[in-house]
Each structure stands twice: as C-alpha cells, then as structure tokens.
C-alpha cells in the first residue's frame, strides 16, 4: 500500500500520524449518503496527497461510494459493508441467516436512528473498557434512516486495491457476510478474533497489520 493520506472514519482515535501515514479524522452525523458522499469528496479535494480511505460498519458503505475520487489508491474495511452496485445497508441486513445477531437498532427518532445503549457494549464494544463502551454508548452519532437505505452507485472496490480485515466474534456484522464482502471485493484479507469495534480497540495493531501486510492472528 503507498504511503499516502489516512481517513479514519468512526474510529474514535486522534492521532494524526500512524506508521508513516497523515491521517484526516472526520466526525459528523450521517443524515444520508449523498450528504456523507459531498463531506468526504470534499475532504479528499482538501488534500494534496493521493489518499487511503478507511471505513469502519457503515463508514465502508461511504468509502465504497467516495472511494472513485481520482486521488484515492486503496480501500480499507475494518469490520465494515462493502457494498455492490444497488446494495445499502438495508438491503444487506435484510435477511440474515438463522441465529445471526441481530444489531440492536432502536426505531427512528426525528429521522434518525440509535444503537440501543443497554445492549451497545455487547453487540458492539465488547472488548473494550467498560466506562469506554459506556461514554460510546452515550456518545453515539446519530446515523439517519436515509443513510440506512443509501444506495451505493458505483463500488470503487471493483477499481481500486482494497484490504479488509475481518473481525471474527463480530455481532453487528456476522463473520460470514464479512468474509464473503471481502472475498467479492477481492480484497486482501486479514484476521482479528475481536468483536465489531476492532479499530477502537486496538488500531495499532490494525494500522500495523494492514500497512506491513500482515495478518494480526492465523487465518
């Protein structure tokens, strides 16, 4: 992957420089994907490197649409959808198999939607510190009934280099639709046994294993 600029999306981290790369952190709540299309092709316009976009859950449906930009070389999913032409996150949660978790999404409240706080950490945070997974309960960004249903237009995965990592005890992504995502995507695999909030968790280790080429656990 080349040294480029970094855009970690929902990862909660503040660190601007992780292994060589210039990272761009954006936080902002996601009324729709149009409008999360707009902020990201506008960041991207901001810089004057070629540029890595990095999605973590639905972050991957944005890096999958934003990610055609002439500026960005590669793709990095971190436990995220990854969309083909037509898919959105709907569409891809749809219908899950036989004792698949099932995310814990309350109904939409002034068009938005919310991550049920009693069951935030085990579905989502669980493996992190428990006043951590508490405050990123609390903290949550609201994430809009629109952007659930945002349709991607054209997969830069299809184009573009992708790498993604597969967080194996997941419960908002089941394991198995991760992996065939990735598989679709071509993308270049590796392997954490962590549940969803892999990035949060340990993002060195993830920016490690995906700026060295290798796995964090055996596949």
């Given amino acids: 992957m080349p040294r480029a600029s970094l855009r970690l999306k929902h990862s909660g981290i503040r660190r601007t420089n992780i292994y060589g790369y210039g990272c761009q952190l954006r936080f902002r709540s996601a009324k729709s994907l149009a409008e999360e299309f707009a902020f990201t092709k506008a960041a991207i316009d901001s810089l004057k490197s070629e540029v890595v976009l990095v999605g973590h859950s639905y972050g991957g449906v944005v890096i999958t649409e934003a990610g055609t930009h002439p500026k960005v070389t590669d793709l990095v999913y971190i436990a995220a959808f990854a969309p083909d032409k037509g898919e959105s996150v709907s569409s891809l949660i749809a219908n899950p198999p036989p004792g698949a978790p099932v995310p814990p999404i309350l109904p939409p409240r002034d068009g938005y939607l919310f991550l049920d706080r009693e069951k935030f950490a085990a579905s989502f945070a ?13 903290s949550q960004v609201p994430w809009g009934v629109d952007a659930l249903a945002g349709a991607v237009s054209e997969p830069a995965w299809k184009t ?60």
Avoid: W
């Fill in 126 to 138: 669980a493996d992190v510190e428990r006043g951590t997974a508490s405050f990123m309960a609390d």
């Fill in 160 to 219: 573009k280099p992708s790498y993604y990592l597969v967080a194996s005890n997941a419960k908002m992504i089941p394991p198995p639709a991760q992996r065939k995502m990735a598989a679709r995507a071509k993308g270049k695999g590796y392997r954490v046994q962590r549940p969803k909030i892999a990035l949060q968790a340990d993002v060195l280790g993830v920016a490690q294993s995906m700026t060295t080429g290798q796995s964090l656990t055996n596949h």
